[in-house]
Nanobody, 124 residues
Framework: QVQLVESGGGLVQAGGSLRLACVASGGTFTTYGMGWFRQAPGKEREFVAAIARNGGLRSYANSATGRFTISRDNAKNTLSLQMNSLKTEDTAVYYC?????????????????WGQGTQVTVSS
């Protein structure tokens, strides 16, 4: 059973940066494509970014393009999300997720494993 544990969330001012991490255990990390999703209060969970098993392909939501960078270190079973130029609308709980698919996917139903989430709050 794969377990995903996120960290790195917190409170930051608008324009600041945060780096989220997700450590995987209980499975073979290179088997999974990985993604980040987020859910703001009163809103549906939405796609943020995804990365292929070997890190060669990446996909971003329009809201993340140019500001966020997804990466993975397969030797450390770790997925990361570097978030720069944060905006108040980025406030949400951020989740990492794992999929058996080979290509990055923005569809939450494609992901079999989910972490518990980490809160990101951006103040004005």
């Amino acid at each position: 059973q794969v377990q995903l544990v996120e960290s790195g969330g917190g409170l930051v001012q608008a324009g600041g940066s945060l780096r989220l991490a997700c450590v995987a255990s209980g499975g073979t990390f290179t088997t999974y494509g990985m993604g980040w999703f987020r859910q703001a209060p009163g809103k549906e969970r939405e796609f943020v970014a995804a990365i292929a098993r070997n890190g060669g392909l990446r996909s971003y939501a329009n809201s993340a393009t140019g500001r966020f960078t997804i990466s993975r270190d397969n030797a450390k079973n770790t997925l990361s999300l570097q978030m720069n130029s944060l905006k108040t609308e980025d406030t949400a709980v951020y989740y990492c997720a794992g999929t058996f698919g080979s290509a990055p996917t923005a569809r939450s139903q494609d992901y079999a494993y989910w972490g518990q989430g980490t809160q990101v709050t951006v103040s004005s």
